[in-house]
């Protein structure tokens, strides 16, 4: 081949040399952006030669979309993405947290705070490895997950994406990523991101670091700790998930002491980088660049924010909308002195890495013998033993020698109290078909009701 960055013989380090050295600044600008899909148009994506695009919760090609639409869709981009001057394919991202969680008809699997209750890294591998089926199968690369917080005040909104408030139960639950994306073999390469195929999707440990530990439970808010505590309680399990090949990190959007982790270059770059070895990504959150310029109006310092947060250590912009005034910005910055040229190589090495890593040279488009794994028998009977194995019963009645449960099959009468027993939706939770949830029948499944009214038969009421 006259290019070794098309060559899948030549080692993953040469091509990426191969393929910088032909890059112009701004296809390494686009390479660093990531832009919602519904700003994503074919000449946008070839001619701008963008790097990643993502859904947010609920942003899909129609309501109620399977699987096979959803590659439709993500097939239709990454074509646009191949016509490119350099043909780099596109890494297509989405908050595959609990399942495929935003595709219709998908295996939905408890949150992370009820697999924390397991305990059960095995159970949480192997729901790695159901969910990244699935994500593949809709021709999706990439899920933003697992988040490995560590919750320590349930005022926190988002707890419940927490594995618990011990930091040994998160660490251990980390396995999800070896489901996720393979398991690395003897002898990988510390802090080098690692996929083992078609099978398996690039994982993303978040949000880096300390968004668990806010004050007061503040979304967002600030961690006021020293930084001996930050890593004992918040950053431990970032080491287990960086050892199983880890291929990216996103930042978080809360703070630490004071300064906003999208600007703290001493965690994202001497600490995460350089001290604990991660050799994969580090992607921004959702506008996380427009919140650095609190208390002002949403991205008011916008060129301010994307100096900081780039020199920073930030490798992948989650813009997620306006992205012209992005690349404008981040290519004025670079031309005039105030980014480096070689923070701009370094971003882009990484994000080209964990794409030649991923195969996505060799296999970019989606591999519609996977469809048949969608909510099977299979993952829906890990789901239900992942259920099981959540349930913690805190009291089993008044008296012990008469527990409550398990209720008697031949009782007359059984009253189901609530309005979520029989409500889909708001059983399945957040991050479900859209980043908030919804109610009513939003995707396939069975509610508590439905499961007793076939568990006592007919004859009762």
């Given at each position: 081949?006259?290019?070794?960055?098309?060559?899948?013989?030549?080692?993953?380090?040469?091509?990426?040399?191969?393929?910088?050295?032909?890059?112009?600044?701004?296809?390494?600008?686009?390479?660093?952006?990531?832009?919602?899909?519904?700003?994503?148009?074919?000449?946008?994506?070839?001619?701008?030669?963008?790097?990643?695009?993502?859904?947010?919760?609920?942003?899909?090609?129609?309501?109620?979309?399977?699987?096979?639409?959803?590659?439709?869709?993500?097939?239709?981009?990454?074509?646009?993405?191949?016509?490119?001057?350099?043909?780099?394919?596109?890494?297509?991202?989405?908050?595959?947290?609990?399942?495929?969680?935003?595709?219709?008809?998908?295996?939905?699997?408890?949150?992370?705070?009820?697999?924390?209750?397991?305990?059960?890294?095995?159970?949480?591998?192997?729901?790695?490895?159901?969910?990244?089926?699935?994500?593949?199968?809709?021709?999706?690369?990439?899920?933003?997950?697992?988040?490995?917080?560590?919750?320590?005040?349930?005022?926190?909104?988002?707890?419940?994406?927490?594995?618990?408030?011990d930091t040994d139960i998160v660490r251990k639950m980390t396995s999800i990523i070896t489901g996720l994306q393979?398991?690395?073999?003897?002898?990988?390469?510390?802090?080098?991101?690692?996929?083992?195929?078609?099978?398996?999707?690039?994982?993303?440990?978040?949000?880096?670091?300390?968004?668990?530990?806010?004050?007061?439970?503040e979304n967002e808010g600030n961690t006021i700790l020293s930084y001996e505590d930050l890593e004992r309680i918040?950053?431990?399990?970032?080491?287990?998930?960086?050892?199983?090949?880890?291929?990216?990190?996103?930042?978080?959007?809360?703070?630490?002491?004071?300064?906003?982790?999208?600007?703290?270059?001493?965690?994202?770059?001497?600490?995460?980088?350089?001290?604990?070895?991660?050799?994969?990504?580090?992607?921004?959150?959702?506008?996380?660049?427009?919140?650095?310029?609190?208390?002002?109006?949403?991205?008011?310092?916008?060129?301010?924010?994307?100096?900081?947060?780039?020199?920073?250590?930030?490798?992948?912009?989650?813009?997620?909308?306006?992205?012209?005034?992005?690349?404008?910005?981040?290519?004025?910055?670079?031309?005039?002195?105030?980014?480096?040229?070689?923070?701009?190589?370094?971003?882009?090495?990484?994000?080209?890495?964990?794409?030649?890593?991923?195969?996505?040279?060799?296999?970019?488009y989606s591999d519609r013998s996977l469809l048949d794994t969608v909510g099977c028998k299979l993952h829906r009977?890990?789901?239900?033993?992942?259920?099981?194995?959540?349930?913690?019963?805190?009291?089993?009645?008044?008296?012990?020698?008469?527990?409550?449960?398990?209720?008697?099959?031949?009782?007359?009468?059984?009253?189901?109290?609530?309005?979520?027993?029989?409500?889909?939706?708001?059983?399945?939770?957040?991050?479900?078909?859209?980043?908030?949830?919804?109610?009513?029948?939003?995707?396939?499944?069975?509610?508590?009701?439905?499961?007793?009214?076939?568990?006592?038969?007919?004859?009762?009421?």
């Open positions: 081949m006259d290019c070794i960055y098309k060559d899948p013989n030549q080692p993953i380090e040469a091509r990426i040399k191969d393929l910088l050295s032909r890059m112009t600044l701004k296809e390494k600008a686009g390479q660093m952006t990531q832009i919602e899909r519904r700003v994503a148009t074919p000449s946008v994506l070839k001619d701008l030669s963008i790097g990643s695009i993502l859904s947010a919760g609920g942003s899909g090609p129609f309501d109620k979309a399977l699987s096979a639409d959803w590659a439709d869709m993500v097939d239709g981009f990454q074509k646009s993405a191949l016509e490119s001057r350099l043909g780099i394919p596109l890494l297509y991202g989405i908050d595959a947290v609990h399942g495929n969680n935003s595709i219709y008809g998908a295996t939905i699997f408890p949150h992370n705070v009820g697999l924390g209750a397991t305990r059960d890294a095995d159970l949480a591998q192997r729901i790695g490895v159901a969910t990244a089926l699935e994500v593949r199968a809709s021709g999706i690369h990439y899920t933003f997950a697992p988040c490995v917080a560590v919750c320590r005040d349930p005022r926190w909104g988002r707890c419940y994406e927490s594995y618990g408030s393979g398991k690395p073999p003897p002898g990988h390469p510390k802090g080098y991101p690692f996929v083992a195929g078609r099978h398996n999707v690039v994982a993303c440990a978040k949000h880096f670091v300390g968004d668990g530990g806010t004050d007061k439970g918040h950053m431990t399990p970032y080491p287990d998930c960086i050892s199983q090949g880890v291929a990216t990190v996103m930042a978080s959007y809360s703070s630490w002491n004071g300064t906003q982790l999208h600007a703290h270059r001493f965690l994202l770059s001497d600490v995460l980088k350089d001290k604990l070895g991660f050799k994969g990504f580090l992607i921004s959150d959702w506008e996380g660049l427009d919140r650095l310029s609190k208390p002002n109006p949403h991205g008011s310092n916008y060129r301010t924010s994307i100096c900081t947060a780039v020199n920073t250590g930030i490798d992948m912009v989650m813009v997620p909308f306006r992205y012209a005034k992005f690349l404008e910005d981040l290519i004025d910055l670079v031309e005039s002195g105030e980014i480096p040229m070689t923070r701009i190589d370094d971003a882009v090495e990484r994000i080209l890495r964990v794409k030649f890593v991923a195969g996505l040279f060799e296999y970019p009977d890990l789901a239900r033993e992942a259920v099981r194995k959540s349930l913690v019963l805190l009291k089993n009645g008044k008296d012990q020698k008469k527990p409550f449960l398990p209720l008697d099959r031949k009782a007359k009468r059984v009253l189901v109290a609530g309005s979520h027993a029989d409500d889909l939706g708001y059983q399945c939770g957040g991050w479900t078909a859209t980043w908030h949830g919804a109610s009513g029948r939003i995707t396939i499944g069975t509610t508590v009701l439905d499961a007793i009214r076939e568990a006592v038969g007919t004859k009762q009421k």
